[in-house]
Each structure stands twice: as C-alpha cells, then as structure tokens.
C-alpha cells in the first residue's frame, strides 16, 4: 500500500491564502469604483446564492496593484492577446491582465442572455459561435466590468468567424444535444459516442468540441433534476447559466471506465490526481481537467486500494461477482456517459445562502460532508428515477442483489442525480476524500430503499 499512498500525493492541493487576499483586494477595489458592480454583487448573493468571485474569468489590474500578485505566487502565463498575464500554478483563480484601470470579466454561458438581463443595449464585442466575446455592462471611476463568453478557447483575441465554421458549430451542437444514448447495446453506444466526436473534432477542432459537448451534457442532466432546474432559472433571471460550474461527475461501470476515460482524453482532457474514498467505500475516482476549457471531471468507479497502484485509468479492470455503490448505481440506470446523464454537476455557490434559498424554493439538501473553511460540500435532495423491469430481473438473476430492493426498485425507482452545492475558499483546487466516502455510502440505492436524501441537515441511513 506505500505505493498507493505515493500515488495519492502525486498532486497536493492546499490553501493559497496570499494568493486569495489579493484577487479579494483588487476585487474590492473594483467595486468601490464601480456601483453598479457593487449593485450586481449584492444581487448575486441575494437572488442566486453565489458570490461575484465564483464567476470570476479574469481580473484587470493597473500596475499599482500587480506587485501584490507577484508576492503572492502568480505566474507569467502565456495567455493570447494578454501580454502579461499572470496566473496561478496552485490554486483555482481567476486570470490577471495588466492594464490601464480596474476591471473583471465574468464568466457567462451566453453572452446575449447577460446582456439582456443585465444592460440591455450594450455592445457586444465578438461575432456569433467566436471563441471570445465580451461586452462591458458596468461602468465606473477608472472601472469596468463586462461579462465575458467563450468557446474552446482561453485568450483574449476576438477574431472574424466564417459563415461556414459556425455552420459546422450548430451542426455538433445539435448532435451532442440530440445524441441517441440508449442503443441497443453499450458497445454501440460508445461506439456511436466516439464517431460523433471524431466528426466534431475533424471540423471544428478538439477545444470546441469538448465545449460543445458538455454543454448538452448539462442539458441533459438537467431535464432530469429538478434542483438543477430551479437553480439554473435563479441564475438564467441574471443571464448567467451555468457560468460557475466546478466539475462534471460521471459514473462507469468497470467494463467501461477505460472506455470513457478515453473518450475525455480524446476531448483534450489529461488525468490530474486519482482519488480513493476508502476502503469502507470501494470506491475510486480519475480526476481529469481540460487545459483550455477549464472543465473538471470525477470519474467514479468501483475500486479496490489495490487497483489505486495500477493505471486504473487506462487498463481494463477485470468484472466482479459483487456491485458497490457506484456500479449498482450504472446498473440500475445505465452509464452516466450514455443513457443516464451525469450523476451531478458541482457549482460554486455561497454555500449557506445558497442552502437557505434553495430550502425556500422547495429544493432541500442533504448534510453536508465536507465542512472545512477552504471546503464546504453537500448534496441536494436526490432525484428519483424509475429503474426499468428489465434492468432489476437481470440483476435479481444474477445474483447482485436480493429480492427485497428488488422490489423497491420497481415500485419506487432509485436515486439518479443530485445538483451538488460547493464553497471554495482560498483557491483550494483539491477534494475531500473521507468526505465523500460518507456521502457514497448514505446515497446508496441499497440503503433504506434508496432514498439517500436528506431534509434539514438529516440523511437517511
């Protein structure tokens, strides 16, 4: 085990709270000078929850205040079209741009429904489907604010988009969308997965393509959770979407983790640190990040400590006459990359207000598991889905379960997804692993006829 514990070090995320102190200063800064951005932070926290740092894409700093950034551990990153530009190796901050006067880019789903919803009339900088586009929606003394749109990309050029490339984007935009996920076997589901994203990558390039492909992917989870939809409305009344999304959580089971894994990797993803939520919970997870998006996956699976040492990622992992949490969970409703959607999407909120609003819209939470300053978690109440026949017989047949959650299953579904409620604090990148073992093992469909919610801070054992 001294290797797995090696392999669990490789990446060792911590608080930067220097770091932290000054994109909160120069943030502040901002909105002493600027009102109505002042204006616009309050109606974050009041009507969404959420806090202007969780939407933060970049910040504008006057050589004055880039000193700070500097002693607190940025780095010269090679941004395109923002000589400059400074970031940070170790945390999850926003981009530092020199320049003339105050001002930050907030990150936005569509840069229309922002302007719209936030200052009708304002020009927006950038053609349809280009990879950047921005428009200033708040002015001040020496100050600005704009709302900033992207797609596959992490510069600051906005460039002329041909008729013919955002052909090509709608075209892949409606395929992800309108993707057939339940064939007649997984084989030929991932089969069909990988043949549409062969195409879009070939005509629009891998970056785009992973931006176009996850944004059916919420749509997707999100028709099938209402929490989500609730949610992504108080957000859709600033225009926002879904503008400060954390990480993207799929569920595999082990004959199609390596399958999945590489199908991201295709996308552009790489494999960050591997994740073990105990022993007690049998279950493991690959980290993946996306280098020009900015999109983070958990990819969950059923895993022994003993596999945690091998490249699980990428090496089959060989079938087993026992379910855990995660694999009963595929079982019951298919691979989250194909027929169920994703298990839940993780956004940035301000976590007790976001809690409070969501219990007042009917959308309770359940406890949370992680409760640290740098990291506080907790799902909403899960979203029950039907399980088919078909599904409980075969796993009744073989053996993977008993007859009483058998019965369960076919006259009261099971728990499919949950939208889950995250603060970050200090710029911590990382997960609680012990955390969320908790969480696996109270969310198990097995348990209490898989209710695995919680009303008011109680989860149901």
């Known amino acids: 085990m001294a290797d797995a514990a090696d392999v669990l070090k490789q990446f060792q995320w911590r608080p930067e709270p220097a770091a932290s102190a000054a994109v909160r200063a120069a943030l502040a800064e901002l909105l002493v000078r600027c009102p109505a951005a002042a204006q616009l932070s309050r109606r974050l926290s009041e ?17 004055v205040g880039l000193a700070a950034f500097h002693a607190a551990g940025f780095t010269a990153a090679a941004r395109d079209g923002a000589p400059g530009s400074l970031a940070h190796p170790g945390g999850l901050f926003p981009a530092i741009l020199p320049a003339e006067h105050w001002g930050a880019g907030m990150k936005v789903e569509s840069i229309s429904d922002a302007v719209a919803a936030l200052a009708p009339g304002a020009a927006i900088v950038g053609d349809p489907d280009a990879s950047l586009r921005t428009a200033t929606i708040a002015e001040g003394r020496e100050a600005r604010l704009r709302v900033v749109e992207r797609l596959g990309y992490d510069g600051y050029s906005c460039c002329a988009i041909p008729a013919t490339r955002r052909e090509a984007i709608a075209r892949h935009r409606r395929s992800f969308a309108q993707r057939r996920r339940a064939l007649a076997s997984d084989a030929e589901g991932f089969a069909e997965l990988d043949r549409l994203v062969a195409m879009a990558i070939a005509e ?21 959770n209402r929490a989500a939809r609730v949610q992504k409305a108080r957000q859709d009344a600033l225009g926002l979407g879904w503008g400060n999304d954390d990480h993207h959580t799929y569920r595999s089971s082990r004959t199609w983790f390596a399958r999945m894994i590489t199908l991201f990797e295709r996308l552009g993803f790489v494999c960050r640190e591997r994740f073990y939520a105990g022993r007690e919970a049998g279950w493991g997870a690959q980290v993946l990040e996306h280098a020009v998006t900015g999109i983070v996956i ?7 400590p003993e596999e945690l040492v091998d490249d699980f990622a990428h090496a089959p992992l060989a079938s087993r006459d026992h379910l ?61 889905w039907p399980v ?10 073989a053996g993977l379960i008993e007859d009483g959650p058998a ?22 990148k990382g997960f609680n692993q012990h955390g969320v073992s908790e969480i696996i093992r109270a969310t198990d469909p097995r348990r209490d006829g898989g209710r695995g919610s919680g009303v008011g801070g109680r989860t149901h054992a």
């Not at 958990?298 to 022994?304: C, M």
């Not at 609003?357 to 029950?384: H, I, N």
């Not at 949950?418 to 200090?426: K, S, V």
């Open 324 to 384: 855990g949490t995660v694999g009963l969970w595929c079982a019951l409703h298919g691979e989250a990359v194909l027929q169920a959607g994703m298990h839940h999407l993780e956004a940035t909120f301000a976590f007790d207000a976001a809690r409070a609003q969501l219990a007042a819209a009917g959308v309770p939470s359940m406890k949370p598991f992680t409760d640290e300053p740098w990291l506080r978690q907790c799902f909403t109440e899960g979203e029950r």
């Open 298 to 304: 958990f990819a969950d699976v059923d895993l022994s």
């Open 204 to 224: 629009v390039g891998r970056d785009i393509a992973c931006d176009l492909f996850f944004a059916g992917e919420r749509a997707y989870w999100q028709g099938r």
């Open 388 to 397: 088919d026949a078909e599904r409980v017989d075969h796993l009744l047949a």
């Open 407 to 428: 019965a369960q299953f076919r006259d009261q579904g099971a728990i499919g997804s949950h939208l889950e409620i995250l603060e970050r604090n200090d710029g911590f």
């Open 47 to 63: 009507e969404t929850g959420t806090r202007m740092s969780d939407w933060l894409d970049h910040l504008e700093v006057p050589a």
